[in-house]
């Protein structure tokens, strides 16, 4: 196991008290898909074609912890910060948003660090509110995403101030492109599929009422988890931002994907 | 005893000049035509086609390098195996390798080439394979001729598409710190704005569509590249280094390891 897991990275799993992932202080913002009403958004299912047996799971995990091609090797590789909701509760639009700025990680894009607030105060109406995150998928869809250089992140950026024409314009310039899939609830094959093609999966969980990222599937000899990657900054319970899930804690409640964002 | 004196000189004179060098054969200039990697058999003709079967390679090289001539280059394909293509086609030039496999039906087949100086003609048969045939190499891709219109500079573009399921081994190839730490090490560095100083390699979807958002010589790469985005297979990887083209696929048997090999030797030791 120690192989698997880096240096202060800590399991939670159905064993796990409350403290180890609510620590004092943080604030999240899922809404729980039992509070989720009709979704305006355009997605599509996830294709059948996507998923990988999970007889060939194994096999690719060890091929990737080998190879260093872990997508969390990667985003290690290249020192991207872990994202800070800080006192908001903007979990559900910081989680994809560091999804993004991971996901030109991938492509080898310039690093630029975006706004949680800019986006989902459009969708609260600048109200520092919890959500889901297929809303924040199609803002950054249709919208685009404001590098903080213009709009401030978390409740400053709420501010309708930072709702201009020419931050509407910075936004358009970064968005995702070629739509993207949301995937079935309790679907664990869906999300351990993509995180073996590197694609990265927000997952929302009514549970922990919080909303991160996925990037790794691991096996631990008896079960696989999930490596995630929470926007609390770098804590002690998070070190640079990475935890893993297991168990029924790692059942997604929701759970969205995108492939591709604009260079 | 003038005449004595007259062949002594002679004799002498003969003696005292350098023998002439045997005249270096002048080496006659390559044939341009179709060849075929090293190991298959056969002569290229009707009676004795060239064989190839899941041992062998499976491409055709045809060796014509004048950048005029490669203009007017044209293959005829229609009587060759079904999935017959050309892995280095640009928007200029139709390509000098073409690519198949040794999966089509069992049969003989016919590829020719014309250009402005010259055909090239050759008669193929590809043996029907076993139960359990495995699976082609993909073959080495050599580099093509010098292109005085590719920029200087080592830039790389994995192109992939990303609503199709990759194998571990592409999976791996797309995600691994150590093509990227030698990706950063090697390539030329962006001059301007935000890409200043980034490394000049991306890894990006077919359909991506915000390239002139990139740096000027990425955008370039791009441009150049979209005409195979058509015919060439996903995932592969597109190089620009020392003057040249190359084109690296990704298919099912290609690895870390295989991939590593082939920058090393276009771009040197790690």
Known sequence: MAEILRPGERIIDDNSPENFFNPAGVRKGFEGMYRRGFSNARYAALPDRMLIDKSEWRDRIAAKQKDNAQVSDLLIYKNLPPKNQSSSSLCWYTAPTGGYEAQRVIMNQPYIEFSNGYGAGRITGGKDRGGWADDALDDMENHGLCPTKYCPNNQAGLDKKYRTPENAKHASENRITDGWWKLEPGYVEQVASLLLQNIIVCIGYDWWRHEIYACDLLWDGKEFMFRIRNSWGDIPEFPNGFGVLKGRKMIPSDAVAFRQVSV | ?270
């Open chain 2, 1 to 270: 005893m003038r005449y004595l004196i007259l062949l002594l000189g002679l004799c002498t004179s003969v003696l005292a000049q350098e023998p002439k060098p045997d005249p270096v054969p002048v080496k006659p200039p390559e044939e341009v035509k179709i060849t075929v990697p090293k190991g298959v058999l056969g002569e290229g003709k009707r009676l004795s086609p060239y064989v190839f079967d899941s041992t062998t390679k499976c491409y055709l090289t045809l060796n014509l390098t004048e950048p005029e001539s490669l203009k007017t280059l044209k293959w005829y394909t229609e009587d060759g195996p079904p999935d017959i293509e050309p892995i280095n086609a640009t928007e200029d030039m139709p390509g000098t390798i073409l690519s198949f496999s040794s999966g089509n039906t069992a049969g003989l087949f016919l590829v020719e080439a014309d250009w402005d100086k010259g055909f090239s003609k050759i008669w193929l048969e590809i043996k029907g394979s076993g139960p359990s045939p495995p699976k082609p190499v993909d073959p080495d891709i050599p580099p093509g001729p010098v292109d005085p219109n590719v920029q200087p500079g080592f830039r790389v573009i994995t192109v992939y598409e990303s609503t199709e399921k990759l194998t571990k081994d592409q999976s791996n190839i797309l995600a691994s710190t150590r093509i990227r730490k030698y990706l950063d090490k090697k390539c030329s560095k962006g001059t301007e704005g935000q890409y200043k100083d980034l490394p000049e390699y991306r890894f990006w979807d077919k359909d991506n569509k915000d390239q002139n958002k990139d740096s000027p010589a990425i955008k370039k790469m791009w441009d150049d590249l979209k005409p195979s985005l058509a015919t060439v297979p996903t995932p592969f990887m597109a190089i620009e280094a020392n003057g040249k083209k190359i084109v690296i696929p990704l298919r099912e048997n290609a690895t870390v390891e295989l991939v590593m090999t082939k920058l090393v030797e276009i771009g040197g030791p790690e």
